[in-house]
């Protein structure tokens, strides 16, 4: 009796340590997370950046650029071409889906080209007063303002523009953008070369010969800049 009653106590023993490996959580590296892990994953906290400016300091920028940028621009541009007055722009937006496949592009093309990307570096700029560009795309905001986006790598302890040049056979390599034909100007003298490119190493031209087949541009623009339509956001 008694060695039956040891039986059947073992045996709920050998039950309940089945039962509880049974609700363990996979270890193994393949084994998919829970939903509740799955949850605390997508609900992580994110904190927000040391850049961030107050909306006062903000409206301040926004007025300062106004009185010493936008009113000289738009005092020193003609009216276009409909008679309408020249309004500089003041902003310009991409959707964030938009911006997240650009960074995710620009990262996967900077890891086959075994480099890491440093900075994303904004370039102020201005659209060219004709109606299209050397490639023939259609120049859609003749002399307005704009920026343009290049990701930069570490060369000499410095952020150096890039692009990437396709070898062939799948291999990739980064190049500088510096050193893209008709960035540098031509006409520097021989004497001042070496000091210029030192400070213009990286500024890119409107001017530059169109990229080759072979090349791949990181450069991003054709944005959506405004007015119109006109801005609400600090008036």
Not at 8 to 21: E, M, P, R
Not at 135 to 150: A, C, E, G, T, W
Request: charge should be negative; include cysteine; aromatic fraction near 10%.
């Amino acid at each position: 009796m008694t060695c039956k009653k040891n039986l059947g106590l073992l045996f709920i023993a050998f039950s309940l340590l089945v039962s509880c490996n049974s609700e363990k959580k996979p270890t193994t590296p393949d084994a998919e997370p829970t939903r509740k892990e799955q949850h605390e994953e997508t609900t992580k906290e994110v904190k927000a950046p040391e850049k961030i400016i107050s909306i006062t300091e903000a409206k301040e920028d926004y007025d300062n650029y106004t009185k010493k940028r936008a009113n000289l621009i738009e005092a020193t541009e003609e009216p276009l071409e409909d008679g309408s007055k020249f309004i500089a722009s003041r902003y310009g937006d991409y959707d964030i889906e938009t911006v997240k496949n650009y960074i995710a592009y620009v990262e996967q093309e900077a890891k086959e080209a075994g480099v890491k990307v440093e900075t994303l570096r904004f370039y102020f700029s201005t659209y060219p007063d004709k109606k299209e560009f050397p490639d023939h795309k259609k120049v859609k905001n003749p002399r307005q303002n704009s920026f343009f986006i290049l990701p930069t790598m570490k060369v000499d302890a410095m952020n150096m523009g890039f692009y990437i040049k396709d070898l062939g056979d799948g291999k990739k390599e980064a190049a500088l953008i510096r050193d893209y034909p008709g960035i540098l100007d031509s006409k520097m003298g021989d004497n001042n070369k070496e000091n210029s490119r030192s400070y213009a190493s990286f500024l890119p031209t409107t001017t530059a010969a169109p990229i080759m087949f072979s090349d791949q541009s990181l450069i991003m623009n054709k944005n959506h800049m405004g007015p119109p339509p006109y801005d609400t956001d600090f008036n």
